[in-house]
């Protein structure tokens, strides 16, 4: 039989961890990051390097393997890559402060550039990848449906929606309109001056077109019953996969064996 | 409204269908703002516009919402901008205050406010960077604190340093481009803002109107 | 019985303007019937709707005096529950989507959706009205990527979906080719045949010829001429206020004064062919 159009608007996932609940993906995130923050701070070597960050980090790509979006994560992981290799390169080579490790003409490296090079870089790389995996495995459907699940009000799952198509409207919108600028001869590239005089032509009538019909979505809105009261129908349904507690308990396991694992580093000193 | 009485603003006011709706805008303005001003290779961000329009207009609740959103929705793409979502909100929060308090109808409170929302924002950037990032994020001018810091200057320092122009720079260009649209929004459409009365086109004429 | 819609001495005034943008308007509109509204531009045919939905003052604020009343208690006496009463399609097309909703389906659906209305009620219903409206192939498209025509099928239909005793629809047509147009109105006229009261707002009075019981004309802020539409648009002084005929009308005119005894001026094509069989007999 033909699918209603009810059914065809659902997300159904076949991968039981990419189709966790919103939430729960995001309490798992938030236990890694804390056991992030504890592992950074269990020091190796003479040089005291938290060393044990980049074996940790390895979990990131098991992430996004388990999920089945591990391509797909893994290329949005490109700025993040960017931000913590700058981080690390110079940390490395320009903090200075104490023991000098490694030398070679005008480079140096010394004991506390490679401390917060490896910390910071890894902090980033670990925490900012966890938060991929949950972003790139969920759709923005689900996140503002989960916001008004979880008890928000739906004017704030409202607002974030329409924010994302709105920067979807107004990137078309903004390319529209520099082609225009292009076609009648003002120019985008060349000195700075000349690329400056085309913004404001750009950003100027987006704003007011924008400032202009947010009073007629007001109307539209209104008219279609937006602020009325009592409980609102969802056509989109929210689906728990199964595995939410299975995830999460090992989520916590994993959590409380490092917080362990510190307390009897502690203790052995 | 007489002119020598003070405005009365309401947190529920403020959050009014319209002032939701524009909320949006502000976010998209935000997103293509800093994506323009990269592709047009500008050596600034941009990327505020879209805030400080709002709470120029909407007051400090809800310039800080929209910054906040800007933030979550950037960092779904590259969670390096959860990071700054505390920077974001202060530019809200500070513009919303100057804008409550009709700083931006006379040119010489606007050039206060502008230098007073640079400094908000890099103080408010630098803890995030030196303590997070150690100094460095990867853009442009960091290419430049890292110089500085090679060169032996203190982190704070040359962060503050290299950034604070760049920011005080950043906030009067997005002001003036506000302050230009805002001049071209009907005085009907202005009225309907929590801010707007202070950018009302001939105040005083109006004013005997309303009596 | 109470009219569907009563004005008694409605003075409306938008802030910061000096001169009401609605005089005196006095208006009975009965159940059932299809109203055109017509008059230049800024004559005050936006404003006239806006005032019985409420929007003025509800929304723009401003003065009013005197009272609207629907279904005989007056308009403030009813809360949001009055969008399920009084459906309204406003004049610019494309800022008039949700903005959240990916599909048309979803669109359609989701003023049911506010109104908390069940699953199976809502797929229901918006298969339904987007049968009435032509709008099934566009189902699973993005209302964000849709013509000017497609766009106002289905601004049509989401304010159709929730089933309003009332509509009010601001010129639905001015933005669209004659095709476009000529559908819009066989969507108008199956609305009508389903009972509702449809105020339209319209500049192509062939077409109001052709669909309206009655005409209300607005000139400057006040009603200037108001009843059957053939009694309406058959009044030649009307052109004094910037207000076009129907080419029939105009073309009998012309024929009137030629010397061909026409008693009352015809204003649809099918009247004139009535006429001039008559004259032929
Ligand atoms: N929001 C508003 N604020 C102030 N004046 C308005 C507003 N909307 C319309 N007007 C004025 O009211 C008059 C009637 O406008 P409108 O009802 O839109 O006319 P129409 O729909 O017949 O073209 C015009 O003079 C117009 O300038
Ligand atoms: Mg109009």
Redesign the interface.
Same mark, same amino acid.
């Given at each position: 039989m033909e699918k209603t159009f009810t059914e065809k608007i659902q997300i159904n996932k076949r991968n039981k961890i990419a189709g966790l609940y919103p939430a729960t993906k995001l309490q798992i995130v938030i236990l890694f990051s804390i056991s992030t923050l504890i592992i950074n701070s269990i020091k190796l070597t003479d040089a005291k390097l938290a060393l044990l960050l980049i074996p940790w980090f390895a979990l990131v790509p098991f992430m996004f393997a388990i999920t089945g979006e591990f391509k797909k994560s893994m290329k949005s992981m490109k700025p993040i890559f960017v931000v913590a290799i700058f981080i690390i390169a110079v940390q490395t080579f320009i903090v200075s402060g104490g023991q000098t490790l490694w030398h070679w003409h005008f480079l140096s490296i010394r004991e506390k550039g490679l401390q917060t090079a490896i910390s910071l870089g890894f902090l980033v790389l670990n925490i900012a990848g966890m938060f991929t995996w949950m972003l790139q495995s969920t759709s923005t459907k689900e996140i503002s449906r989960c916001f008004e699940e979880s008890g928000m009000n739906f004017k704030v799952a409202y607002i974030f929606t329409s924010s994302l198509e709105m920067i979807k409207v107004f990137s078309k919108r903004s390319q529209t309109i520099l082609d225009a600028q292009r076609s009648r001869g003002v120019e985008t590239e060349g000195n700075l001056k000349v690329r400056a005089k085309a913004f404001f032509p750009t950003i100027v009538p987006l704003i007011l077109g924008g400032i202009i019909g947010s009073e007629d979505r007001v109307l539209t809105l209104e008219a279609r019953g937006f602020s009325i009261k009592g409980e609102h129908t969802h056509l989109f349904d929210l689906k728990k996969s199964g595995y939410e507690r299975r995830m999460l308990v090992v989520s916590i396991i994993i959590t409380l064996l490092i917080i362990a694992g510190r307390i009897s580093l502690w203790r052995m000193k | 409204m007489t002119k020598n009485e003070r405005k009365q603003f309401s947190i529920k006011e403020d959050f009014s269908m319209l002032a939701l709706l524009i909320i949006p805008v502000g976010v998209a303005v935000n997103f293509v703002g800093g994506q323009l001003a990269s592709l047009l290779r500008l050596p600034l961000y941009l990327d505020t516009i879209g805030t400080i329009f709002v709470a120029m207009l909407c007051g400090p609740w809800v310039g800080a919402i929209t910054g906040l959103l800007t933030n979550i929705l950037t960092g779904i793409a590259n969670p390096v901008n959860f990071a700054f979502i505390p920077v974001a909100i202060i530019a809200g929060l500070v513009t919303g205050a100057f804008a409550r308090h009709d700083y931006f109808s006379v040119w010489w409170k606007w050039l206060i406010a502008m230098v007073v929302m640079g400094a908000a924002s890099i103080l408010s950037a630098a803890p995030i960077v030196v303590l997070m990032f150690g100094g460095v994020t990867g853009s442009g001018a960091s290419l430049i604190t890292a110089t500085f810091m090679a060169a032996g200057a203190n982190i704070w320092g040359a962060f503050i340093g290299t950034e604070g122009l760049f920011n005080v720079l950043d906030r009067i260009i997005s002001v003036l481009i506000c302050l230009a649209v805002i001049k071209v929004i009907p005085n009907r459409n202005l009225i309907k803002f929590s801010c707007g009365m202070f950018y009302v086109k001939d105040r005083e004429e109006i004013a005997e109107v309303t009596e | 019985m109470a009219y569907e819609i009563e004005c008694k001495d409605v003075t409306y005034t938008?802030?910061?303007?000096?001169k009401p943008a609605i005089k005196n308007l006095n208006l009975k509109l009965e159940k059932g019937k299809l109203y055109g509204v017509i008059g230049e531009n800024g004559a005050g045919k936006t404003t006239l709707c806006s005032i019985l939905?409420g929007?003025a003052p509800s929304?723009y604020?401003g003065t009013i005096s005197g009272e609207v009343l629907i279904q005989g208690k007056p308009l403030s006496s009813y809360d949001?529950?009055i969008?399920?009463k009084i459906?309204?399609v406003?004049q610019?097309l494309f800022?008039?989507?949700?903005?959240?909703k990916?599909?048309v389906?979803?669109e359609v %659906?989701?003023?049911?959706?506010?109104?908390? +209305?069940?699953?199976e009620e809502?797929?229901r219903k +918006? +298969?339904d009205i987007m049968d009435l409206t032509d709008i099934m192939d566009l %189902?699973?498209k993005s209302p964000?990527e849709l013509s000017g025509g497609q766009m106002q099928r289905v601004a049509l239909a989401? +304010?159709i979906v929730?089933d309003p005793e009332i509509l009010i629809i601001d010129e639905p047509t001015s933005q669209l080719d004659p095709q476009s147009a000529e559908s819009v109105f066989k969507i108008i006229k199956k609305l009508k045949e389903r009972g509702k009261t449809i105020i339209l707002i319209e500049h192509k009075v062939d077409l109001l010829a052709e669909y309206s019981d009655e005409i209300i004309v607005l000139h400057d802020s006040q009603v200037i001429k108001m009843g059957e539409t053939r009694h309406v648009l058959s009044d030649l002084s009307l052109r004094e206020h910037g207000i076009q005929l129907p080419q029939v009308t105009l073309l009998a005119e012309k024929l009137r004064e030629s010397g061909m005894r026409i008693d009352e001026l015809p204003i649809t094509k099918k009247q004139a062919l009535d006429l001039i069989q008559e004259k032929r007999s």
């Open positions: - | - | 938008y802030p910061l303007s000096k939905r929007f929304f604020k949001e529950q969008s399920r459906g309204y406003f610019n800022t008039q989507i949700s903005g959240i990916n599909t389906f979803e %659906a989701y003023g049911l959706e506010n109104f908390g +209305v069940p699953v809502i797929e +918006v +298969v %189902a699973e964000f989401s +304010v929730l």
